[in-house]
């Protein structure tokens, strides 16, 4: 509740009581209209006031007539005789029927159907308009009377594999039916617009780590396309190389799909995939330094060249073998070499296929730490962040943007793990980055599903709104009650807190007891934000936010819709 | 002001011969009731309000030679015009086209159910016209949150004091300014229905 609104609304309370020397505000004046009209001023028009615009009728004055009927201008009378006269209809029936080139009226017909008319089918035709129909066959278009056959007939009129276009148009899926086979591809230069784009694949998922082999004759077809475009990036930025472990999605074998690529990474040194096969430098050092410093349980994916890429964060003595920075991984496994691999994974790591993910997979416990999870990352997010976090302090939370992919890749138990706390502070990129996170937000739309398994704790795009409001609103409870409401755990111990004479307090506690109740618990505790709807808007607005999106994740649209437009009238 | 069909349809013919008395009159007669309880009700924009007005008496008085005398009161005839015009008015916005299309599909209904009033008298009373309105109110108002709406019954529906109706809530006098401004906001992007 802001100074100004409170005079406003004083000001408008005076109004509405009697002091109405001035309008009230139009914002307002809309209610006050509606349900009160009485209230409303006199209108300003007067009767002058509308006879000065009426141009025609018996109040029409002299100086406003533009024309009347009765005038008697001869000028202007002849004008509209000329008008009339043109535009008076001089089509006859035989008019059209001349033109008719097809059906029952065609002329060749009529010409065909005489014994008809002798016989006395058209009675009340008199035979001089018939005759003259028939004469008038003589300026019909030569096309017309050329393609009738003399045993009539009116369909062949229509030869439509006569037209020109018809052989443009054969010409072309000839064209087309030699081209497409051969897989044609018109050069395009890079600068084009038409140039391919990288994307990243509809699904992105943890089997879809492409391991890019410097083999050249082991690699399927797709992944040697891969590695080209991999290599070609290579000499533009080594550091894209060094940070991208990629498998091919078609040589991962089925059920070893959602190894993580640090496993996989460890376990190609073990089945002695050495440093040089994997072109590791002397050199290297732990790409940990090269991506950003992330919290606990941070988790980020995003596309590179065209290709989804993992970006492994490396962390001493948590991750081998160190991926370093300058040494590039790109190792292109036979297909044989990766099923052995998978073969040997953990069995911690099987059968936690992403599909299970997607289709709320039971908690599945993953040996690897959530901080040890990888990360996906494209190296050029790495590099923006860089600049991004010198920006931020720790206090500065900015717009989160917590995507679903983090579902994919941990397990319903590492989510247990991680703080709520965690993932709501998560740093992110500063909102420069707002091409990328577009792209990234529609990346993970399939795996949205994956995210509602693990509600609890993974937000939605609307609760990332909603936090980045609630970090930029100053705290009203002190730290002493924010910890004694984390320990209560019923509504009524909460709403016991709440006070209708301290609004915005009672907001802030409703909101920060529903950040650790269970989510039935919390829509009705946030319910209860109606009953302070005089406090700050700015923190009503957050609890609104927060409980439609609590009521969507369990499942109750139509009331989170409401709140939702309950929060959306709020500035 | 009272008077009978009889003498309204005195007053038509007589603006049919283009009586500037009787344009007089119909305008003192009809503008009021035009203006606050079909114009402002759907255009709560009193500008614009204005302009409706306005223009449905020019188109009025420029066709009153095609009016043809029945046994209703002119005022449905003016009404059908001014409602045709916000609804032209709402039409030019295009984020407000909808409502356009909303208003005209209610007001279509209110004219196959008809109208019970016949005679300017019963117009003037406001009774018919009023319900109309507060039909859309109550329309606006469920969308709104219950307490918004319960703030905007109490006080202007139910003329109550501030006093009363912070009483009511259990909060003090500014505080319930504070909640009536804000309803009367929340309203304005729920109305006209």
Partial sequence: MTTSEEQQAQHLAHWIDGDRSTLPPEDVAVAIWALRPDFAPKPRVSIADVLSVVRSGPFSSDDNVLY??????????????QVEAGS????????????????????????????DVDAGLFHGVSERSLGETLDDSKHLPKNVLQDAPSSSVSANNNRWWRTPW??????????????????????????????????????LFVEEIDVVSQKPSSSSKSSSKSSSKSSSKSNSSPIVEAESLQVSNEDIQPGNEEMEASSLLELLTD???????????????????????????????????????????????????????????????????????????????????SEELMS?????????PIEEVMKYESVE????????????????FVKQELEPSVVTVSTDADIQTTSKESIVSNRVRSKRKGGLLKGKQSAS????????????????KTFATQSESSYQLPLVVSVEQQNAIQTLRTAEEILVLCDAARPTKSLEILWLSSMHLSTAVSIEVLKVSAEYDHGDVRYLKRNWLRLAMLLRRSGDLTLAEFYESQAATLP | MTFTVEQEREMILALQKGDRRAASWLYETFADTLFRKVILSRLPYVEQAEDVLCDTFRIALEKIETYQIIDRSIFFWLRRIAI?????????????????????????????????????DDVLSQTEEEQDTKTMVNLALEKLNPRYAKALRMRLLEDQSRETCAESFGISVGNFDVLFHRASKAFRDNYPP
């Fill in chain 1, 68 to 81: 009347e009927e009765d005038s008697n201008d001869d000028f202007v009378s002849s004008v509209f005789a």
């Fill in chain 1, 88 to 115: 008076r209809n001089s089509v006859s029936l035989e008019d059209v029927l001349s033109r008719v080139q097809r059906g029952p009226f065609s002329s060749v017909e009529i010409q065909s159907s005489e014994q």
């Fill in chain 1, 166 to 203: 018809l052989a443009g148009g054969i010409a072309t899926a000839l064209v087309l039916f030699v081209l497409l086979p051969s897989g044609f591809e018109s050069p395009v230069s890079e600068d084009s617009i038409f140039a391919p784009k990288p994307q990243l694949k509809e699904s």
């Fill in chain 1, 271 to 353: 089945k002695g995939v050495n440093e040089e096969d994997i072109g590791l430098d002397e050199d290297f050092e732990p790409v940990g330094k090269t991506v950003l410093p992330q919290k606990k349980g941070e988790l980020n994916r995003s596309t590179m060249g065209g290709m989804d890429s993992v970006q492994v964060e490396t962390k001493p003595a948590s991750m081998t073998p160190p991926v370093s920075r300058s040494s590039v991984v790109e190792t292109e496994v036979k297909q044989d070499e990766v099923a052995e691999v998978a073969k040997d994974a953990p069995t911690s790591m099987k059968g936690i296929a």
């Fill in chain 1, 360 to 368: 709320s997979a039971p908690s599945r416990e993953l040996d690897v």
């Fill in chain 1, 381 to 396: 997010d790495a590099e923006e962040m860089e600049g991004a976090v010198d920006d931020l302090d720790e206090s500065d």
């Fill in chain 1, 445 to 460: 739309k399939p795996l949205s599903s994956a995210s509602q398994d693990v509600g609890s704790i993974v937000e939605s």
């Fill in chain 2, 84 to 120: 045709n015009l916000v609804v032209d008015t709402y039409r030019k916005q295009v984020r407000k086209r909808e409502l356009a299309e909303r208003i005209l599909a209610r007001d279509a209904v209110h004219m196959v159910m008809g109208s019970r009033s016949t005679q300017a």
